[in-house]
């Protein structure tokens, strides 16, 4: 069968893409790929190495294996009649091609890679499509970025937020719900989100020895979002902007390690403020003999929300702002939407755009492999990469 192309002027015409496995929820086997555009990336202006590559860029670690699909576009598919396909790495010590073993591509269009090793901590390399034989002609191409494994280690807490929830109330102890078991569930997953990017995020056991007296309820870190202030039922009053988290983050620590201290919730006293499942601090943070850095998280929150505050604390900002200083103004194309750095969990959007791929509503969990210069939060791997790399864990 032929395809028929009308073009005016000029088009740029696509016979195959390669798009991630599995779609659904986040796997290290499977990764998404960044897939935002075809031209090559600008000269790395902060030591980065750009993908010089026309396709889309993928991300793994060293020693391991993931699986890629390619899809026919605008090409018959071999049982009808169309070409067989075959891909090749550039460079067999950064990233193989195992599987199929003579590169030619099976009938579902997936294909193995095995990142290399070595003492480098990030390479980058281009796999190939070709027609006929693996020195055939080129029609397509995707780049990958493998990565040597970088450990963050994290310590979290189970803090007793001691607090009264009546005027002159005595204050009464307030634990968490979240247990040792559920952390090591939301780590599981959040592992599965950062691996594409090297990095690996060792746990430590929880740790139960923490207590505070708060000015709110207990369990509950209380902020107002609002520009007036407001009084707690238990009497105290919230200037605009206040809220009682400093004695947490500051008091509660442990040296050499990403802090998470686990809540009840976040009680916002501002209505209409809407709920804040968890918020973090960077690793920039502790400065001026105060250390502050770490990451609050509620009960309510899932792994997805965590791992996005985890960017957080490795300095990625929001995907959906669209440029330096303002934060306040939202993008909402697919290319946003789909990224673990977009700013609502769930996504909220309804239609075409309901799924990322990572089921209906969900946030997505793409770290950016790429630098496009009309986006401004992206290449986010290298920035991430960097404050794990510089961080004492
Ligand atoms: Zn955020």
């Given at each position: ?16 893409r ?5 779609t ?10 960044d ?35 390619l ?47 070595g ?35 994290v ?10 929830t ?11 719900a ?12 959040v ?39 407001r009084?707690h039922?238990?009497?105290t ?70 791992a ?6 490795l ?32 996504h ?6 309901s799924n ?10 793409l ?27």
């Amino acid at each position: 069968m032929a395809f028929t192309e009308e073009v005016y002027k000029s088009r740029r015409i696509v016979l195959v893409r390669f798009v991630r496995a599995r779609t659904g929820q986040p796997s290290y086997t499977y990764p998404d790929l960044d897939d935002r555009g075809w031209l090559h990336d600008p000269v790395g202006t902060r030591g980065e190495t750009p993908a010089l590559v026309h396709g889309p860029v993928f991300g793994m670690s060293q020693d391991r294996e993931v699986v890629i699909k390619l899809e026919r576009l605008r090409l018959d598919e071999s049982a009808s009649g169309g070409p067989d396909l075959f891909v090749k790495s550039e460079d067999d010590t950064i990233a193989s091609i195992i599987e199929p073993a003579n590169g030619e591509l099976p009938a579902d269009g997936t294909f193995r890679i095995k990142g290399g090793t070595g003492s480098w901590r990030d390479k980058f390399c281009k796999i190939t499509v070709h027609v006929g034989t693996v020195d055939g002609p080129l029609i397509g191409e995707c780049g990958v970025r493998v990565f040597q494994r970088r450990t963050v280690r994290v310590h979290p807490w189970l803090l007793n937020l001691r607090g009264s929830t009546t005027p002159g109330g005595a204050m009464t102890a307030g634990v968490c719900a979240t247990t040792q078991a559920r952390i090591t569930t939301l780590f599981r997953t959040v592992n599965r989100i950062w691996r594409p990017c090297g990095i690996y995020f060792l746990v430590d056991a929880a740790d139960t020895s923490g207590s505070v007296n708060m000015f709110g309820n207990p369990g509950e870190i209380t902020e107002n979002s609002g520009a007036a202030a407001r009084n707690h039922p238990n009497g105290t009053v919230f200037s605009a902007g206040a809220d009682d988290s400093n004695p947490v983050h500051r008091n509660n620590r442990q040296a050499n390690r990403c802090n998470i201290w686990w809540v009840r919730r976040i009680r916002d006293l501002t209505p209409g403020a809407g709920t804040t499942m968890a918020w973090a601090m960077d690793n920039t943070a502790d400065t001026g003999g105060v250390s502050q850095s770490g990451i609050v998280m509620t009960d309510a929150a899932d792994a997805n929300d965590l791992a996005h505050e985890l960017g957080h604390y490795l300095s990625l900002d929001h995907s959906d702002e669209p440029a330096a200083g303002a934060g306040g103004r939202s993008r909402s194309d697919i290319q946003v939407l789909r990224r673990l750095m977009y700013r609502f969990n769930p996504h909220g959007r309804t239609g075409y755009r309901s799924n990322v791929g990572y089921g209906s509503g969900m946030r997505g969990a793409l770290i950016t492999m790429r630098d496009k210069p009309k986006h401004f939060r992206d290449d986010e791997w290298f920035e991430a990469r960097r404050r794990a790399i510089q961080g004492p864990y």
